[in-house]
């Protein structure tokens, strides 16, 4: 079964053509970040008018690099939300029109369950135990958008564990390298250079909250680091700039840790899945890594290039609604700032 993924919730104009749900044929993404760089962030106005521009030519190169055509589709997936409704609205428009026209099933897809699935594209069979990563797993959902922990008990069987009273962990680390002066966006950035920081050097508050919930806050973290540098002032020397990212990033992916595996001894699961451009942190792939192992956890995670936004993550659960036979409202299908992540029906 093919099916043709579009994304364009935010900053990134991507289209893909996936075969049963776990095989990707094409992974075509046009990132905008050289626009937004500038602006320290993502402008909704010109990301959507840059994804109107960009989006024909990304689905007709994803086409041709899988070999197919139109016809030879069996599903469109496409992003519905959460996200920008300006951007998400030209992937939505597109690919009501190409399902329209070429009468193909039309599937929504929530983004955050996007980064979930993207994990079952590295996993079309795991070679030394002959099986599938499967459900039921925790997985944490880790962007600029998102910091959801969430317990996926089946295909489409989700139960929202812990997430952001406030900023993204993602959107956090961006805030903080603007504050540093280190680019944008700052996650890849922030990972760089705190390898050569001291992450003792500063105790910042770790980022959940003191009640007994397994949410995050990563506003408190970031008001921190902010105060740290009006009281200090922002230091010249690469090495105090290196252990101030580092000293924030061990508190931010502290809170994550600790949280998730707060999570996996409640729901009793041995599975663990990372997903969205923070998972590519390579300080947290290190510490869950360890964790894991020393708890005989199996962790899970994407490749590099399937952490960040793309439209193989949408194509894979396209498959799995439509295996499901989920229901698929063509004309009401709409854009939603604010999704919820749900459970299918
Ligand atoms: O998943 P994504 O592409 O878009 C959203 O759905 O938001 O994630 C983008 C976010 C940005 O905030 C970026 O700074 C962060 O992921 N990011 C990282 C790293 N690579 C990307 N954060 C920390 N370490 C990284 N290596
Ligand atoms: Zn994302």
């Not at 451009?277 to 947290?284: E, I, R």
Request: hydrophobic letters at 40%.
């Amino acid at each position: 079964m093919l099916v043709l993924g579009i994304e364009t919730s935010c900053d990134e104009t991507a289209a893909s053509v996936v075969e049963d749900g776990r095989r990707m044929l094409s992974n075509v993404v046009s990132s905008q970040i050289d626009i937004h760089r500038k602006y320290g962030g993502v402008v909704p106005e010109l990301a959507s008018r840059k994804h109107l521009e960009t989006i024909n030519f990304v689905i007709e190169q994803a086409l041709s690099q899988a070999g197919y055509s139109f016809k030879e589709l069996d599903g469109i997936a496409v992003t519905n939300g959460p996200g920008l409704v300006a951007s998400l609205l030209i992937g939505l428009a597109n690919a009501k029109a190409i399902a329209y026209a070429f009468e193909l099933p039309l599937i929504g897809v929530n983004h955050i369950e996007g980064h979930i699935f993207s994990n079952f594209l590295k996993h079309p069979e795991n070679k030394f135990k002959t099986e599938k990563l499967l459900p039921p797993f925790i997985a944490l959902v880790v962007s600029g958008g998102h910091s959801d922990l969430v317990f996926v008990e089946d295909y489409g069987k989700y139960e929202l564990l812990g997430r952001t009273r406030d900023d993204a962990v993602g959107e956090s680390f961006d805030k903080v390298a603007k504050l540093l002066h280190l680019g944008y966006p700052g996650g890849p950035i922030i990972d760089e250079i705190s390898r050569k920081g001291n992450a003792e050097a500063i105790k910042f508050p770790l980022a959940h909250m003191k009640d007994d919930s397994l949410d995050f806050s990563f506003s408190g973290l970031k008001t921190a680091v902010v105060n740290f540098v009006k009281n200090h002032k922002l230091p010249t020397e690469p090495q105090s700039i290196a252990d101030i990212a580092a000293s924030f990033q061990r508190a931010a992916i502290k809170a994550l840790v600790e949280n998730t595996f707060c999570a996996i001894e409640e729901k009793r699961t041995k599975k663990l899945v990372l997903g969205g451009g923070v998972a590519s942190n390579s300080h947290l792939r290190n510490i869950f890594k360890n964790r894991a192992e020393k708890n005989g956890i199996e962790l899970y995670y994407p490749p590099l290039a399937l952490c960040t936004d793309n439209a193989v993550m949408i194509g894979c659960v396209g498959y799995y609604k439509m295996d499901y036979s989920v229901d698929r409202p063509f004309k009401s299908l709409e854009a939603e700032a604010n999704l919820e992540l749900e459970s299918w029906n």
